[in-house]
């Protein structure tokens, strides 16, 4: 089991939406992420956050925002979302950013968009 | 600028026999190397990593990789391959010297081990 729970697991929905998709770890890591995955392709990068600040945006689209309440929570708000957005959103976290910090990942939550 | 290659899209491999998933790195400085694992509907989990010091590294279900600075390569290796090995594999590296840049992930490997 992942120490980076996400929820939910699974979420449809449609193109005039609004969703929310919720990451929590409790390993005092001060360093969040979400990543976007297409079936058998990488993660690619969307957002970091190091000390609950933005610090990275890959210019990802406005549909996709992001929001990290505290330490430990990262939220990412879905609005407007396209079919071609349908992926598996994954979370992580690390104790920093940079460094030889390893990324801790959650399960992910699988997006299909209609 | 930072990059990683994993030249086989696919590796089988018969249960008991020894694997070999490649991996080669591209980095200005000096790098810091990662392997994943992921397994269908799951999150990437670590396995090892390469910081510094001793090549060989030891991880994770029996895994372990070899770092060779001069062949820029960091290959996972098992000496004994299980049929639950069967999964996706990731190499990630990071240039020491380059601050926060973000880990830069492979395209990944999907081994295959049969029984």
């Known amino acids: 089991d992942t120490e980076v729970t996400q929820t939910p697991k699974h979420l449809v929905m449609g193109m005039t939406n609004k969703k929310s998709l919720k990451c929590e770890q409790h390993m005092g890591h001060r360093a969040m992420y979400w990543y976007k995955q297409k079936a058998k392709k990488p993660p690619e990068l969307m957002f970091v956050y190091s000390y609950e600040k933005l610090s990275i945006n890959e210019s990802v689209p406005s549909r996709f925002s992001p929001e990290c309440p505290n330490s430990s929570l990262l939220n990412l708000h879905l609005h407007a979302l396209q079919p071609e957005d349908s992926a598996l959103y994954l979370c992580a976290s690390s104790q920093v950013t940079g460094h030889n910090s390893p990324l801790h990942f959650g399960n992910g939550t699988r997006l299909t968009v209609t | 600028a930072q990059s990683v290659a994993q030249p086989e899209d696919q590796v089988n491999v018969a249960e008991g026999n020894p694997l070999t998933v490649k991996c080669t790195y591209s980095?200005?400085?000096?790098?810091?190397l990662f392997w994943y694992v992921q397994y269908p509907n799951r999150g990437l989990q670590f396995l090892l990593k390469y910081i510094t010091g001793d090549n060989l590294v030891k991880g994770s279900y029996g895994f372990e990789a070899e770092f060779n600075k001069s062949q820029t390569s960091f290959h996972l290796k098992k000496p004994s391959a299980l049929v639950s090995d069967s999964a996706l594999y990731f190499c990630?590296?990071?240039?020491?010297?380059?601050?926060?840049?973000?880990?830069?992930f492979g395209k990944g490997t999907r081994l295959s081990v049969i029984a």
């Open positions: 990630a590296v990071r240039d020491m010297d380059s601050g926060n840049t973000p880990l830069v």
């Open positions: 980095v200005s400085g000096n790098p810091y």
